[in-house]
């Protein structure tokens, strides 16, 4: 038997699944068929990993922690084909990785980066055909948040301007070791067709919303003061007054689509 000799690394938010029943409900979500190119990041000690492995046959697996690669090489061996990238996933080019063929990600991700890798693949939604990952319960209520939620914000609009997000299942803290200190759940993504998106420009429609939910008590006149007029907000059918949390995806995607002075 392979042996983890490291105590888990709290930094890298290390949290292992150890609950048979959650790994199965991943596995069946994510529902891994025949040449599917399915790529995990954070495989950690392997709890999600080998099963994958044991079902699929192959996956490829990005881990920054050095010290779990040989263990983790080891277990594998005799199970499937893995594929280890000694790398932080934020520097990991997926599109490239992807190398033409859309890939299916996966993984119960560290909590601490988890916006920064969220946003990272959101880069590379071209290359991948859908996302299956674990987070913070309150991480993925802000990512499905609807107008008018108090947690409908610069994550929700980003999200769902790029993918349909479905949330899943909740995760209780007991299903990991050690228990992280909030719920978890667990949460789909499938990146829209380009023409469904309709973004003329990303950057723009980046530099809108997160004005728009940099001051969100304040009204869309004032909070976008600098990046959009009265006049433009009026232009996409929005009223001025209105503050961001009252806007829609649709909404964000008129206002950046519009012609700058
Ligand atoms: N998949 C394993 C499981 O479910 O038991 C481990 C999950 S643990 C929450 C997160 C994993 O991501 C750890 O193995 C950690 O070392 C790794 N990790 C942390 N930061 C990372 C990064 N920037 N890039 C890639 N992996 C990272």
Same mark, same amino acid.
């Given at each position: 038997?392979?042996?983890?000799?490291?105590?888990?690394?709290?930094?890298?938010?290390?949290?292992?699944?150890?609950?048979?029943?959650?790994?199965?409900?991943?596995?069946?979500?994510?529902?891994?068929?025949?040449?599917?190119?399915?790529?995990?990041?954070?495989?950690?000690?392997?709890?999600?990993?080998?099963?994958?492995?044991?079902?699929?046959?192959?996956?490829?697996?990005?881990?920054?922690?050095?010290?779990?690669?040989?263990?983790?090489?080891?277990?594998?061996?005799?199970?499937?084909?893995?594929?280890?990238?000694?790398?932080?996933?934020?520097?990991?080019?997926?599109?490239?990785?992807?190398?033409?063929?859309?890939?299916?990600?996966?993984?119960? !991700?560290?909590?601490?980066?988890?916006?920064?890798? !969220?946003?990272?693949?959101?880069?590379?939604?071209?290359?991948?055909?859908?996302?299956?990952?674990?987070?913070?319960?309150?991480?993925?209520?802000?990512?499905?948040?609807?107008?008018?939620?108090?947690?409908?914000? &610069?994550?929700?609009?980003? !999200?769902?301007?790029?993918?349909?997000?479905?949330?899943?299942?909740?995760?209780?803290?007991?299903?990991? &070791?050690?228990?992280?200190?909030?719920?978890?759940?667990?949460?789909?993504?499938?990146?829209?067709?380009?023409?469904?998106?309709?973004?003329?420009?990303?950057?723009?429609?980046?530099?809108?919303?997160?004005?728009?939910?940099?001051?969100?008590?304040?009204?869309?006149?004032?909070?976008?003061?600098?990046?959009?007029?009265?006049?433009?907000?009026?232009?996409?059918?929005?009223?001025?007054?209105? &503050?961001?949390?009252?806007?829609?995806?649709?909404?964000?995607? &008129? !206002?950046?689509?519009?012609?700058?002075?």
């Amino acid at each position: 038997m392979t042996h983890f000799s490291e105590p888990p690394k709290k930094s890298l938010g290390q949290h292992f699944l150890h609950e048979r029943g959650v790994i199965d409900k991943i596995i069946l979500a994510i529902d891994p068929r025949p040449g599917d190119r399915i790529v995990e990041i954070g495989p950690g000690q392997g709890a999600l990993t080998l099963p994958l492995l044991a079902r699929h046959g192959a996956l490829t697996a990005i881990e920054f922690d050095r010290d779990l690669l040989v263990p983790l090489a080891a277990a594998a061996s005799d199970v499937g084909r893995l594929t280890l990238v000694s790398a932080d996933a934020l520097n990991v080019d997926l599109t490239a990785l992807a190398q033409g063929e859309p890939i299916r990600l996966v993984g119960n !991700l560290p909590y601490n980066v988890s916006s920064p890798i !969220l946003f990272h693949a959101l880069d590379h939604a071209a290359a991948i055909r859908d996302m299956h990952f674990m987070l913070q319960k309150e991480v993925v209520d802000r990512m499905a948040a609807a107008p008018g939620s108090k947690v409908y914000g &610069r994550l929700s609009v980003m !999200l769902q301007a790029y993918c349909r997000v479905t949330p899943l299942f909740k995760v209780p803290p007991g299903a990991f &070791r050690p228990p992280p200190k909030v719920d978890s759940a667990v949460v789909r993504l499938v990146p829209r067709a380009e023409a469904e998106i309709g973004i003329a420009d990303r950057a723009r429609f980046a530099a809108v919303v997160r004005a728009a939910f940099g001051q969100r008590r304040k009204t869309l006149r004032n909070a976008l003061n600098g990046v959009a007029d009265a006049a433009a907000i009026e232009a996409a059918g929005l009223e001025p007054g209105l &503050r961001a949390e009252q806007v829609d995806v649709a909404g964000f995607v &008129r !206002l950046a689509n519009l012609p700058t002075a």
